[in-house]
């Protein structure tokens, strides 16, 4: 009865572990993990385990700019269980990661963004025992292109976050409740531009962009565009030259 007690207030009680099995993942690709569940040293019901994808984000209000944590999507690994003392158990899965995940390993002077596995174990008349993991996320093909155009013609990214809300256009709209903005200086005086900030939304085979332009003593201008992944770095070189007006 001791331990059934202290095993409630999570001494000698059941733990869990979710191994990544790999160093990077792209917006919607697959993700391979293992989730890994040791009994404690008594009996104890499970009566779920879940995973959910998070990300941090910058909520801005009236009083000022808060952050909090988004959810992503969520996966729902297994029926209630009953795990035995000492007993292990464990659950290698292939997870689609969300199309809109934002980017983690970026080339920012100032990188705010993180995204990260949270594991939940619900145990009944226990407290429930979790695992948070921190995921490299790196940009796919074509958002890897549209960063390098944008290097090429003399812009640095200066920042990097995650703030609350949608985007949308006439041919697009996010879904998550959340976006990533890519803010660029130039690297000189370019056609009056004081910064440029990006986001990307994957949509059905295309990647767009909304394009916020602040330009000196002019304001911002809004703009969008959309390519594939066979659109070459030197092709979104050309059309950012136009758009851009540079």
């Known amino acids: 009865m001791f331990k059934k007690l202290l095993a409630s207030v999570g001494v000698g009680g059941a733990e869990v572990d979710t191994l ?21 040293s ?3 019901s499970i009566s779920g385990l879940n995973l959910t994808l998070l990300t941090r984000v910058k909520v801005e209000g009236e009083e000022g700019d808060h952050y909090r944590n988004q959810q992503l999507q969520s996966w729902q690994l297994s029926e ?10 464990e659950f290698p899965l292939q997870l689609d990661i969300h199309l809109e995940t934002p980017l983690t390993a970026l080339s920012s002077y100032r990188n ?36 390098q155009a944008m290097e090429s013609l003399g812009f640095q990214m200066a920042k990097a976050d995650v703030e609350a809300g949608y985007l949308q256009s ?3 709209r996010s879904s998550t409740g959340c976006y990533q903005e890519l803010e660029y200086k130039p690297s000189g005086l370019l056609n009056s531009i004081q910064e440029v900030e990006v986001s990307f939304v994957p949509q059905g085979g295309q990647t767009h962009s909304l394009i916020e332009v602040d330009r000196f ?20 070189q050309a059309r950012l030259r136009q758009l851009l007006r540079l």
């Open 80 to 89: 209630a269980f009953t795990l035995q003392p000492g007993e292990q158990r």
């Open 170 to 172: 006439q041919q697009f």
């Open 42 to 44: 008594v009996e104890q």
């Open 217 to 236: 003593l002019r304001g911002d201008g809004y703009m969008a565009m959309s390519w594939d992944e066979t659109t070459t770095a030197a092709e979104l």
């Open 20 to 40: 990544v099995l790999q160093e990077t993942v792209e917006p919607g690709g697959r993700l391979a993990v293992n989730v890994v569940i040791r009994g404690g």
């Open 112 to 147: 705010q963004c993180r995204v990260w596995l949270q594991t939940g174990l619900e145990i009944d008349l226990a407290l429930d025992a979790g695992d948070n993991d921190e995921l490299r996320v790196v940009p796919t093909s074509a958002m890897a292109n549209f960063m």
